[in-house]
């Protein structure tokens, strides 16, 4: 089924829920928060605490731009007493259906300056993924916090409090990043992923970025963006290319065996790992993709 039948379908659904039925009541009292990816949950966890519950649509792994919502996504954000997203044309999916129900909605990246894609079939329009900047990691948090103090407000000090501690702990973590970075050549600060995702961390750290192509919802792997970086990459002298998590490598390593640089490792953007593994949270996540990198630019 094409993809807008597919929406339409479950938008009817949507509105014989919410037409016809009402929402099972919570198992506390705690508001219900929810996100569209799990790596703003971990956010909304982190400032939030024990005063709200947080659910992501997309689950660990998902793929986020090219989402397609189920009607038990839209029951449960019926259901919720607050919507947090990315904004900046990431969740274009979630935006059919956000306005047809009576919830707050609130878009994080509201307040950072966009950068705006340089090609493909969204040039012009703001990357949305601001998220992998801690500077602008910063923004998010002051967000969550202003929204869950309007939501909760005999919790909103709280919110405060705990929004301030973690945007200390990104500022620190901003500075980790930087001084590693310096620590490369110059000529080697030049970062090659799949997807143009890095726009901003790139622009906080003096990164040279390459990709293959500028966001996921784009053509992928195709034999003009495999020359295109081939090119870069030698050009560069680049030793290690990446690629994220939740895309087909395949591409970039034809790029690394063609060009003669390295496959330097997954980096993880759009999606956290299982507790258990590398990425569980938002910080692990920026800590984790910073090392590999710096690892793949500096090793022969």
């Known amino acids: 089924m094409p993809k807008l039948l597919k929406v339409s379908a479950v938008l009817a659904s949507l509105a014989l829920v ?5 929402p099972a009541p919570a198992e506390n009292d705690k508001p219900l928060i929810l996100t569209t990816f799990t790596v703003i949950a971990d956010m909304v ?6 005063a709200v519950e947080v659910e992501s649509i997309t689950k660990v792994g998902a793929e986020i731009h090219g989402y397609e919502p189920t009607p038990s996504d839209l029951r449960n954000a019926a259901s919720a007493d607050l919507i947090l997203d990315n904004g900046l044309g990431l ?4 935006e059919q259906f956000v306005e047809r129900i009576d919830v707050p909605h609130v878009v994080l990246s509201d307040g950072i300056e966009p950068i705006d ?7 012009g329009r ?3 993924h601001a998220w992998m900047s801690p500077v602008a990691g910063q923004q998010y948090v002051a967000n969550i916090a202003a929204a869950l103090g309007d939501l909760v407000p005999e919790r909103a000090v709280e919110f405060d409090a705990a929004a301030a501690e973690y945007s200390a702990q990104l500022a620190d973590l901003a500075a980790e990043l930087e001084a590693a970075i310096e620590r490369l050549p110059e000529e080697r600060r030049v970062l090659v992923t799949c997807e143009g995702a890095f726009s901003y961390l790139a622009r906080d750290l003096g ?17 003009q963006q495999v020359r295109t970086a081939i090119q870069l990459v030698e050009e560069s002298e680049v030793p290690a290319v990446f690629c ?3 895309v087909n490598d395949g591409a970039m390593r034809q790029v690394a065996s063609e060009s003669g640089a390295r496959f330097g490792g997954n980096l993880y953007v759009d999606s956290l790992s ?7 949270s938002y910080l692990d996540l920026l800590r984790h993709d910073i090392d590999v990198i710096v690892e793949g630019l500096t090793s022969e």
């Open 117 to 123: 894609i340089a090609g493909g079939d969204y040039e």
């Open 274 to 280: 299982e507790p258990g593994g590398p990425v569980p």
């Open 207 to 223: 990164l040279t970025e390459g990709y293959l192509w500028p966001v996921n919802s784009d053509t992928q792997g195709t034999p």
């Open 45 to 50: 966890r982190v400032v939030g605490g024990d």
């Open 126 to 128: 703001p990357n949305p």
């Open 18 to 22: 919410t037409g016809c039925s009402t």
């Open 244 to 246: 994220e998590t939740t």
């Open 91 to 94: 969740e274009r999916w979630f």
